[in-house]
T-cell receptor, first 114, second 112 residues
């Protein structure tokens, strides 16, 4: 069964460092999303991406965040200067247009900022 | 702006009992999804509800959608310990960017 793959599974970084989280979407999916989940809390929408550009972003997705799909396969989330409060699980999710609309989630990348 | 609320937030129940989790959403949405999350894991899709009156069942779980009331329910029948998890509902916007907003989650603990 096709799946969404995320790397790394866990990253520990110092405050102020840059982090890049990577996602390989399911091959025929057209919409890509990043969500964040602080431990034990709700799943928060960060950004959606379609046709090589951002479709929508939340208030959380400020100037320190960016997304791109540099090589047509990987979909990346970059956090330029990490803060303590960026510590969370980051989930990539993808969607096939015109299908049931069901989001398929990756296993997540746990980010710990010290 | 689309908002999604769930209740209860926490649910502790005995094995064999029935219970219902409620999911309300604030604006027009014709699609409602239920996911399960085990501790430290990702979200697993349970149900996709695409129209008013839709009802889906899988094992001891049954989900329904009432778009007029903007309400979805997840009913648990004769709970077993393996159902212990956090359950999220999500609604999606119906135009443009297909933004999915998740509810607060319901942490279910089934006691043996």
């Amino acid at each position: 069964e096709p799946e969404v793959t995320q790397t790394p599974s866990h990253q520990v970084t110092q405050m102020g460092q840059e982090v890049i989280l990577r996602c390989v979407p399911i091959s025929n999916h057209l919409y890509f999303y990043w969500y964040r989940q602080i431990l034990g809390q709700k799943v928060e929408f960060l950004v959606s991406f379609y046709n090589n550009e951002i479709s929508e972003k939340s208030e959380i997705f400020d100037d320190q965040f960016s997304v791109e799909r540099p090589d047509g396969s990987n979909f990346t989330l970059k956090i330029r200067s990490t803060k303590l409060e960026d510590s969370a699980m980051y989930f990539c999710a993808t969607l096939v247009q015109g299908h049931t609309g069901e989001l398929f989630f990756g296993e997540g990348s746990r980010l710990t900022v010290l | 702006e689309l908002k999604v609320e769930q209740n209860p937030l926490f649910l502790s129940m005995q094995e064999g009992k029935n219970y219902t989790i409620y999911c309300n959403y604030s604006t027009t949405s014709d699609r409602l999804y239920w996911y399960r999350q085990d501790p430290g894991k990702s979200l697993e899709s349970l149900f996709v509800l695409l129209s008013n009156g839709a009802v889906k069942q899988e094992g001891r779980l049954m989900a329904s959608l009432d778009t007029k009331a903007r309400l979805s329910t997840l009913h648990i029948t004769a709970a077993v310990h393996d159902l212990s998890a956090t359950y999220f509902c999500a609604a999606s916007t119906t135009s443009g960017t297909y933004k999915y907003i998740f509810g607060t989650g319901t942490r279910l603990k089934v006691l043996a």
